[in-house]
T-cell receptor
């Protein structure tokens, strides 16, 4: 069990540029979640996948945001035409559907700064 | 809409003290509640998960309780250590296959 990994760990970009983040969940975890966290706040849900299907999207996920999870393994989160308000930590988590409790395991996050 | 509140926002204690962190939520129809730890600039580490049918969970020096009817949970840390310094986040799951709603966290500083 190598844990959830995210790349890159840090990204600085200029306003208007597109950025893409990657998340590799724990092997065999069928659920994958994206959250966004700004300074001094708790994480806020963006979207989640069960296998390759995107099952829910938050109203926070504007049409500039798109997420994919091809083949139900890793996931990518793309932000088009970035704005300064997109600056945040983007967290990925994964979990395994099954009997009992469903702990979500989080990755280290990708910190985005939009200049 | 579910809202999660954590009190206090920040807490500073000397090493060795026992302490309690509080979490309240507005909608008691939850599936489970999780406590996480977050170190500065890092991701979240799950500490304890309490299912809605349970009253408490323990792990080492940590004990979490849940009173679903009153919409409250507490995280008790015994014999605090400087290594416990971090932000502690409470999150509720509204459904068995759903997403988490987080509080803003309690920033804990344990001084030697």
């Amino acid at each position: 069990d190598t844990g959830v990994s995210q790349n890159p760990r840090h990204k600085i970009t200029k306003r208007g540029q597109n950025v893409t983040f990657r998340c590799d969940p724990i092997s065999e975890h069928n659920r994958l979640y994206w959250y966004r966290q700004t300074l001094g706040q708790g994480p806020e849900f963006l979207t989640y996948f069960q296998n390759e299907a995107q099952l829910e999207k938050s109203r926070l996920l504007s049409d500039r945001f798109s997420a994919e999870r091809p083949k139900g393994s890793f996931s990518t989160l793309e932000i088009q035409r970035t704005e300064q308000g997109d600056s945040a930590m983007y967290l990925c988590a994964s979990s395994l559907i099954g009997q009992g409790a469903k702990t979500q395991y989080f990755g280290p996050g990708t910190r985005l700064l939009v200049l | 809409k579910q809202e999660v509140t954590q009190i206090p926002a920040a807490l500073s204690v000397p090493e060795g003290e026992n302490l309690v962190l509080n979490c309240s939520f507005t909608d008691s129809a939850i599936y489970n509640l999780q406590w996480f730890r977050q170190d500065p600039g890092k991701g979240l580490t799950s500490l304890l998960l309490i299912q809605s049918s349970q009253r408490e969970q323990t792990s080492g020096r940590l004990n979490a309780s849940l009173d679903k009817s009153s919409g409250r949970s507490t995280l008790y840390i015994a014999a605090s250590q400087p290594g416990d310094s971090a932000t502690y986040l409470c999150a509720v799951d509204r459904g068995g296959y759903s997403t988490l709603t987080f509080g803003k966290g309690t920033m804990l500083l344990v001084s030697p």
